[in-house]
């Protein structure tokens, strides 16, 4: 197979887009990239029943955030049922299908005779060579494909390898319902062969999916796209991922704050890796990514992890754009309506002046907000317990000596107020920590913050004096 490289990415409309979705996005959006092609999106909503617009927008959200752009227009399977109908009719033309007129009390029975005698239940092909004149009347036909029965369907699988699936174990499975409508098998099929898809990339749940859908491509006369059937992810116990480990949708990562770019770097080393190489640009993921290394063995998922790299991205990020970055998730953070109802000009601003200091100290933008909250707070501030104990130890009396020297200095940048703070102390024979102490917890009401001089720095002459003076009243 030559020519454009042509992947896809094929959701089922039933939630969000699920962190194992998402790396398998991923896996198919550097393939493509890595050729120059291009990756194709589908939503597989044939399944009206669990069908829901509210999930399609948040798939398509929840790429757009973590940057996974896809060509074209997104396309419905359930929009092609026509299609589908049209060739399981034309298999049936070749006589590589048959209409099967087996009643659901029939097919109830042979279930029941394969479980007593031990079989796996397997359609037994009654209308496999029969003629459609003894159909029994009033009986809407299903559509089954004539499959091989001797020999081995083998998948050529880039990850796997080669996976051979005797034919006795495959049957002659429906692609075309009683009721007019097309199996998931017999779709996909179709809806590849049109889109040109040339390379398959999809979980390894799928890889006896694989061996029917070859069957149906053969069948049709049609080339078999490249396969690769990656491991899935499991918890960091080797259980399956659950919601327990970590398995929720890109959505509930954005809220947590963690950053798209960070989120793909974790994602791409599930099971693929380059070297040493902990930390990689999108541009080395698409440089370097081929989907034939990834691993066979299945990788684990590890918060802590994500949680360290999310961190490295925050401390080698830009300051006016995690600034960006944290703001825009203040309405998804449970105590949003804190931040937001003060957010203004010059608190952005000061968000932007404070981040050198902030990000030094945060793993995620939720913790860099939580680090920001002192320049949303209103006057008086609301000491935490902490904090007002230092103040109430001692640290008040260290403030109001203080206080003179910070209201007469002129020049209020951080080496000036690092100066006199530090000249108060030795002065006053104490240790630095005595005096920068209780003028953190009435700067920020908290016992945690960035460097106190830059907290000084950014709040600026008249609002860092105003909060010592309320401290003071």
Known sequence: MSGEI???FAPSPTGFLHIGGARTALFNWLQAKHAGGRMLLRIEDTDRSRNSPEAVAAILDGLQWMGLSWDGDPISQYARAGRHREVAEDLVRRGQ????????????????????????????????????????KGVAPAIRIKAPREGATVVADRVQGDVRFPNADLDDFIILRSDGNPTYMHAVVVDDHDMGVTDIIRGDDHLTNAARQTIIYQAMGWPVPRMAHIPLIHGPDGGKLSKRHG?????????????????CNYLVRLGWSHGDDEIMSMDQMIEWFDIADVNKGAARFDIKKLEAINGHYIRHGDDRALATAMLSILPEMEDG????ERVDDRVEANVVAAMPGLKERAKTLVELADGARFLFAKRPLQNEDKAEKILADGGRAVLRDLSPHLETLADWQIEALEACVRGFAETNDLKLGKV???????????????GVFDVLAVLGREEALGRIRDQLS
């Open 6 to 8: 042509i992947t896809r």
């Open 97 to 136: 299908a048959y209409y099967c007129y087996a009643t659901p009390e029939e097919l109830a029975e042979m279930r029941e005779l394969a479980r007593a005698e031990g079989r796996p239940p397997r359609y037994d092909g009654r209308w496999r060579d029969r003629d459609p004149s003894h159909a029994p």
């Open 436 to 450: 920068a102490q209780p003028l953190r917890a009435a700067l920020t009401g908290r016992t945690t913050s960035p």
């Open 247 to 263: 398995a929720l949708g890109a959505e509930a990562y954005r809220a947590m704050g963690y950053l798209p770019e960070a989120l």
């Open 337 to 340: 309506a804190y931040f937001t």
